[in-house]
């Protein structure tokens, strides 16, 4: 018999496993937030600077100085509204972004900011063998750790991109928490084959994204443009159906992507909104995964 191939000739048990390697477990949707909070805000910023070319090999120096730019002036632009709004979030860090920029990490961790794990050059995950993975993973804890001061206790992988072994990786590492996966909206835990492993998913979305809307490729036919307004409206009513949901809020930005003037007034206008729709919990991703594990409904 000639091996099966095709997806329609697999038996019963191959897209079975495939489909329940790594699955969604029980909803950790909290009965309340702190303190009569509606809704829990999280917002993140995935601090890839210079990796997103320097992963696939790259050399362009174009591509690398604007990488840069997520260090010269979106960092200090964001950083000064989170200051003026008193609010905290959650920087997913590449090693190779906090050994280029060790300050600007520090930075994150000394003003009462996450500091997560976001791999080591922003590697593939999916095409790393395990055991390559598994190292350049908890290397890249270690890394954030020295020059942090705060081990991270949650991961986002680069690019939401996960492998057969990332779960299993996470799980042996004791994290508490994984932000990649896009299941749900609620806080839930992670089964591995059916077990449940102990990590609890903050879940993403390619449309809380602000890289989907503004990202191009100037050698390629990749041109998507969004003008700022049409992206604060979706973010802005997403946020309001999690308000009504009495749910989570989880916004993902890129420095180098959101940190422009013409839109970094995105965030500013999206936490003033927020803020002005009251009884909200503004707080780093960790903090909102213990709380929904220690207070589901």
């Known amino acids: 018999m000639s091996e099966q191939t095709n997806p329609w000739e697999w038996p019963e048990e191959k897209w079975r496993g495939r489909v329940n390697r790594v699955r969604a477990g029980r909803s950790l949707k909290p009965a309340a937030w702190p303190n009569g909070a509606r809704c829990a805000v999280a917002l993140s910023f995935d601090v890839d600077h210079e990796t997103n070319e320097l992963r696939d ?3 362009s120096i174009g591509a ?12 200090p632009r964001i950083m000064e509204i989170l200051r003026r709004h008193d609010v905290a979030a959650s920087f ?5 972004v906090a050994l280029l920029y060790p300050e600007e ?3 994150f961790a000394a003003e009462g900011h996450e500091v997560g794990i976001h791999g080591w ?10 055991d390559v993975e598994r190292d350049l993973q908890m290397r890249s804890a270690d890394t954030l750790e020295r020059i942090a001061g705060v081990r991270p206790v ?5 690019s939401w991109d996960f492998s057969d072994a990332t779960l299993e990786i996470t799980r042996d590492m004791g994290l508490i928490y994984d932000s990649s996966l896009m299941a749900d909206v609620d806080c ?3 089964l591995l084959d059916g077990e449940d492993t102990g990590v609890i998913e903050l879940p993403v979305e390619w449309i809380r994204d602000d890289a989907v809307y503004f990202n191009m490729n100037r050698f390629s036919a990749l041109r998507p443009y969004t003008p700022p307004e049409a992206v604060f409206d979706i973010f802005l009513k997403e946020f309001e159906a999690a308000h009504a949901e009495g749910g989570i809020f989880q916004l993902t930005m890129h420095p180098h992507v959101t940190g422009y003037r013409s839109r970094v007034w995105i965030l500013e206008q999206l936490i003033e909104r927020i803020k002005a729709k009251g009884n909200i919990w503004f707080a780093t ?3 909102i995964v213990e709380w929904a594990r220690d207070n589901a409904a």
């Not at 100085?65 to 997520?70: E, I, L, V």
């Not at 949650?154 to 680069?158: A, K, S, V, Y």
């Open 57 to 59: 090999g790259g050399e």
């Open 64 to 75: 690398m100085s604007r990488g840069q730019y997520g260090n010269r002036q979106g960092i």
């Open 92 to 96: 997913y860090v590449p090693a190779v």
């Open 105 to 107: 990490t520090r930075m």
């Open 121 to 130: 050059i922003h590697e593939r995950n999916s095409i790393l063998p395990p």
């Open 154 to 158: 949650g991961i986002r992988t680069p």
């Open 188 to 190: 839930h835990t992670l």
């Open 285 to 287: 991703h960790a903090q």
